[in-house]
């Protein structure tokens, strides 16, 4: 699988970054000097609010700008950061950049755009997550209805009781909070009715399945699910025409995939958000259906 990474600049990667010990040591080792370092970088993909037609929200998601291997994808090291907790310290650096950035373009008169950071399980087990998330706030005069975090079932099922007080906690911050991936866990109903969630994403697999002319019992339940908990939902993966058309029909509040766009740097992003929205907004309103 080849990636295009820029200029003349092709990287293959026929392997994972890592596979036998030594290279797992070595990965690890330069993980911890990319954090003293700081050579990760934070992109945003917008989402897009279907019933205004506006993108008022965007994704952090990190890359790791590599001294020799060029931008590294998540899933080239989030995996190992994972097990060596190293995603503790990334995951600080992603929150305050995000918080950072979101925190700008408010000043730059761009107005309300929300930004969702992704938590990761060894973060919410760690008891200074609180202290994190408030300073990144205060540092970034970031309002915290600005900020939502991001969480699987995954990370939450374990431990039911302790995942709803530590969610009323990070809530009582005035953040709000999505559960990712939804839909690839085992949640029931009664069990997401305890989780003092603000928001669903649909998983991508689901909006994949998505076929030009067919429902999808899948993310009709979801809808119906998210409905009678009042909750917000994001259709993750949204690729075709097809999808967007057929979400915005069962009254999906956002949409992120490709179809909108990629994720992007910061300076990029801006410029997408003001041209879309500006767009939008200049159109008459015969031409808005
Ligand atoms: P996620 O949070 O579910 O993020 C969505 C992923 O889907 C992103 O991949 C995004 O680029 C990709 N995506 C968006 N739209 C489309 C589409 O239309 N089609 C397809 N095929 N893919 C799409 P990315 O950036 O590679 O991130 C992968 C995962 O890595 C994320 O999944 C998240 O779980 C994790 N991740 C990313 N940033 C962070 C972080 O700062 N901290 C932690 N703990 N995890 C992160
Ligand atoms: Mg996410
Ligand atoms: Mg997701
Ligand atoms: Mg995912």
Known sequence: QARYKGGNNFQFYHQKLATSPLERLQLEKSLRKAIVNHEFSVEFQPKLNLSSGIIDSVEALVRWRHPHKGLLDPQDFIPLAEET???????????????????????????????????????????????VIQNALKTSQLPAEYLELELTESMLMEDINHAQDFLNQLRSLGVRLALDDFGTGYSSLSYLKRLPID???IDQSFVAEIRPGEKSPIVEAIMAMADSLNLSVVAEGVETRQQLEYLESLACDYAQGFIISRALPASEILTLIRHSNLQML????????
């Open 85 to 131: 907790g190293l995603i503790s310290a990334i995951g600080e650096q992603v929150l305050n950049k995000a918080c950072m950035e979101a925190s700008t373009w408010r000043d730059r008169g761009f107005g309300d755009i929300s930004v969702s950071v992704n938590l990761s399980s060894h973060q919410i087990r760690r008891d200074d997550l609180y202290e």
């Open 199 to 201: 928001t669903l994403k």
């Open 282 to 289: 200049n159109q008459s309103p015969e031409s808005v259906h």
